[in-house]
């Protein structure tokens, strides 16, 4: 075409697209009928045509835009011009329900075109872009069909093949039928190595590069093709000399992982775990064993020593492992592969117990200035008692005479783990002579608060002192528990628990655990405010978000889902909850994009085995459990008390697929006796939410959807009718008390609205039973929260500070928790009786009466709940609540006094004016959880 003719015509185009920027739609199409008419009647403008009836907002134009969008991609001969298509998918993408139609209308075109490049990549890259493995392959098969010489589109056939294999979503059938596609093309790409390297290049097919032969084993593996897998990784043109691999250690781990997955080749295993760890003679060979101290190398020697029955194979492991120990003192693995083999000595019957313990104490010769010493030792000696005795004994003396303190933090936290945990009930004085040897010992080696401001300055680092007052404030918090109740710990042990940590922290204001431990400590004493500050301290970022966040975010919505009072020079996600989550959601919307876009160059770049693992992040990220979870409480946050609108969370919040769960919790330091409950467990806000909170919380979501739809008359759509009462009604005991409780009215609430709304899922009886249900819940909130003649309800005494009187001080996370989850339920109600009281209502109609009722019954629990939250806000400014809770932490309450030993250390360790501060800012956060509960409005 002529160069004037193309501006011509780009002049016009210009035109209609003026009239769309500028919302003038009707123009737009008569422009475009105009040119039609005068003989340019093409499938571009035809289809430009019918995207812009799409854009219109009556449903007879979008409804004539789908009908002429899907006559042209039915249209024979199959479109090929790529503007018009790209049109076409464009217009696709806005409708619902018609993949096939979007993934076949690059199939035709691509048949029809089979030489044109562009149009086969454009089909390969938006369906990979897409994550429609089936259709991408089916473009990566046209690919490589159509142009051999590109030796990528081949490998690309074959990873796209292998993708649909191990796809969830695809069918059985798919998964068998792909599988063996992808098996039969990779293995023909290895049977095509020559072993003359020289010949390489001249089979462009075969495999030249690691990652390709990376992508034969995962795809063998998969499969279970072990075996196979490990005669190509021995064999001369694909094995571990061949010129592909050049000494790649990626392919040692393979290798391992195949003889490890296979679970017959023990034999093998062992001989080549020996050729491995055994030390050379060479000086340049014992350079590079030392890259090869890996653990991953020394458990196929663990794993092979205990499954091989082969004679004398324990003593040959021995012999290994004490060489390299010689070649390699300091080498830990090599130390603890020694243990555990000798374990696997003991259950063959090869070693006597006693041997274990001898082996233990070698260990703790070559270690016990490492902190990891404990943990090692506590992993191998298991519930042993009598051992674990035996080596505190020889940890003890060992430790005389050295100048650093790391044998003497091993011993306490092995004591700690012997006498604080491992009894049923462990007594105060115990506790008590424990702590005080912790803060003496923490103490003597690190400066006091003045002598620290009197250095240069600069930030003291942490330190292995600093677990001596994590291993105090762990043992103040074990009083009283007992396993598997959240209350066991009671509120004073909190208090202390505070105390020491903030203590901690002033020297050593980058120490992880004793963070994320305040932070924890904070939230159950219902101090959200504190908790903010300390969390955003410890500038949490990227994947953390997913595996460590959750111990601050959890139930943060119905705790703590106010704003507390701005901190200067502070981010609002630091004193904002709502804004600390949405920072975290981001994460994940961020991830989104950066997982599509470095799985295209992955795949570009031809890193198959590495963009597979993009892609399974990507997948867990998406449906991860943090996301849904932080989704679901910042719009529980808006709702109670206002913000910005959370709209764009909607599609999380009410995703109800199958989720991922990787929540971390190793982060918090465990010296628990083993079998008993993690350190953490101990110390949760409620049990660890899963699926029933999942449900609960989305039925509560789903609710408010729903009233809000009845408000502006909005037709009740699939997604707001009501869900089964099973949904949320499993045997996991992932709920609080008050989570079970409102999950039921807000179930019942859900069965009312979706009436009113036009849903015949209820019977009149059931509408008036869930009338009766939620009736019979208001009247027992207003017994919970009556006050008594002394400013004291039932939930009050339940659920608040308590410290040298049995007056309140303050509230706990139980009691803000009990009380916000209550006032949600609350506000539904008063919605949905607010909206079935409006006159010239076109919804079905409830009891006039029972409404009646309600009217008067919601108005109360919310005012008996805000005057609770008046009675202890007073509570809290009485005289003496200060000194009551200094003195909490130096000395203990008066059922609870401290060994007289204990009070004068702390009274000399901790500074009384950060002791004072605190408690005052503990005091203050109080108050401000408490004016939050006053926040919320009906």
Known sequence: MAPANDQVFSRRNHQIQDAIDG?????????????????????FLRAWKAQILLSHADETNRQRGTTETLELCNAEPATTDLETLEMLFGSLKRLSGYDDVRNNLWEKASKASPRDL????RWFNFAYENSDWKSAQKAAMSLQKNFPRNRAYYFGAIFLSYMVSIDDRSSEADKKLFGTLAYRMISKAGADVPVDSTDL??????????????????ILGSQGRYEEALNILASDNLGMQSRIVRGDSTFIGLKISCLLDAGNKWDDAFSYAQSLLTVPDDEDGRKGLLELDDWKVWDLLCQATLHSEKTGVVNEALKLVDQFIEFAPKSRNASLARLDIISCGVEKGDISGDDKLSACQQYIDQHIHKLYAFQDIRKLLGQDKHGMEKMLEYIRAHKEGTKTLVPEINALKLEYCLYISAPENTQRKTIDEFVMRCMKLYASVRPSKKESAEDDGSTIESQPSDDLCLLAAMALLQSESTEGKQTAVPETALIRAAGILDHLIQSSPHNYPAQLLLVRVYVLLGAGSLALQVFSSMSIKHMQYESVAHNFFTRLGSIHPHSAPPIEGAEYKDFDPQSALIVGLKFYRGADISTSRYRTSGLTQGAYVHTKELVELGRRLSKSFCRRMYALDVRR???????DSTAMWDKIARDQSEVTDERDSSVYMNCEFPGKPTFEERIRVGPRPKGNWLAASQVTDQLFSVLKGIAVQRPLTAEMDLPSQNTFSGTEQDQTEAERETAKVNWQLLRLATFMAGSKASSSEEVESALGEIESWLNLKIEELTLDEGGSSPLIKGTAVYLQTATPAGPTWRYLHSVFTALESLKAASQLVSLASRKGSKTPKLSKERIDRLSVLVPKVFELVRSNARALKLQIHESGVLGSLVDS???????????????????????????ELLCSSLMESWDSALSGVMVVKL
């Open 23 to 43: 919302q003038n739609l009707k123009q737009a199409l008569q422009l475009i009928e105009k040119r039609i008419k005068k003989g340019e009647d093409t499938r």
């Open 637 to 643: 946050a808006q709702r109670l008390v206002g913000g």
């Open 118 to 121: 562009n149009i086969q990549t």
């Open 201 to 218: 290049l001249s089979q462009p097919r075969a495999i030249q590069t690691p990652e390709e032969l990376r992508l034969l084993i995962e």
């Open 889 to 915: 932490i130096l000395y203990g309450n008066e059922s609870e006094k401290y060994e007289q030993e204990l009070q004068e250390t702390l009274e000399n360790g901790l500074d009384m004016t950060s002791l």
